[in-house]
């Protein structure tokens, strides 16, 4: 089926990306014959669109920054094929196709340094303008805390939509295959980033970034949690 003719409201929602539908539908074709391939595509497609009926409308569809390539509506199809093929995926499987979507324009970025107090500035500013975007759409509730030099960014949301989603649905076991990205993609930056809790296990996301030679991290060392969750101490 072709994604156009999928049945939601097209005005307060937008269609899984491009990279996404690829992602998904390759994943199909390492686990069913390629007889059944279309039908469970077309499973994962009607699951979505069920997903969206009665979803909140004021997202702002396409032209919300956040519902591009591995934003809101990618991680609602991720979690249609969750439901959908939960019975051959895997966590590793999930976590991998958020990488594969999150990942490459981070990849592009790999000259920045965090450790250098120019390119720490430049991510600042990256966030502020994030939470302007934030603010428009009252999607993602973010703070972001005055820059300091010589120390960490920190930012924080106290709402997520993927994470009520899930939340709503009965999917937060997937939730930290989708939100462990943030770790790999603050790593191409020669970046860390040091959380405690997120939106799905508490009341806040918090997000302090560091450069990846920063003595801050020694102080608060990494571990997975028993949901999965990348966190730190």
């Known amino acids: 089926m072709k994604g156009k003719k999928l049945l939601f409201d097209r005005k307060s929602h937008a269609l899984y990306s491009?990279?996404?539908?690829?992602?998904?539908?390759?994943?199909?074709?390492?686990?069913?014959?390629?007889?059944?391939?279309?039908?469970?595509?077309?499973k994962v497609q009607?699951?979505?669109?069920?997903?969206?009926?009665?979803?909140?409308?004021?997202?702002?569809?396409?032209?919300n920054f956040h519902n591009g390539v591995g934003g809101t509506y990618d991680c609602i199809a991720i979690m249609s094929y969750y439901t959908v093929c939960k019975a051959v995926t895997s966590f590793r499987?999930?976590?991998?196709?958020?990488?594969?979507?999150?990942?490459?324009?981070?990849?592009?970025?790999?000259?920045?340094?965090?450790?250098?107090?120019?390119w720490r500035k430049l991510m600042y500013k990256a966030f502020v303008r994030a939470k302007g975007g934030c603010d428009k759409w009252h999607d993602y509730e973010m703070t972001?805390?005055?820059?300091?030099?010589?120390?960490?960014?920190?930012?924080?949301?106290?709402?997520?939509?993927?994470?009520?989603?899930?939340?709503?649905?009965?999917?937060?076991?997937?939730?930290?295959?989708?939100?462990?990205v943030d770790y790999a993609s603050m790593e191409l930056l020669h970046a860390r980033l040091v959380r405690t809790t997120t939106c799905v296990d508490g009341c806040r996301c918090d997000y302090t970034i560091c450069g990846d030679k920063d003595q801050y991290l020694k102080e608060h060392p990494e571990y997975r949690d028993e949901a999965g969750f990348r966190k730190n101490k």
């Open 46 to 63: 009607r699951q979505y669109a069920d997903f969206l009926f009665d979803w909140r409308t004021d997202l702002g569809g396409k032209r």
């Open 93 to 118: 499987e999930i976590e991998e196709m958020e990488e594969n979507l999150i990942l490459p324009i981070f990849r592009r970025l790999r000259f920045v340094d965090c450790n250098k107090p120019f």
């Open 144 to 180: 972001v805390a005055p820059y300091e030099n010589a120390k960490p960014i920190y930012y924080e949301f106290t709402s997520c939509p993927a994470a009520e989603f899930a939340i709503r649905h009965g999917l937060t076991d997937i939730m930290p295959a989708l939100c462990n």
């Open 18 to 42: 491009r990279p996404c539908k690829k992602e998904i539908q390759a994943k199909i074709a390492l686990h069913y014959p390629e007889a059944e391939r279309e039908t469970i595509w077309e």
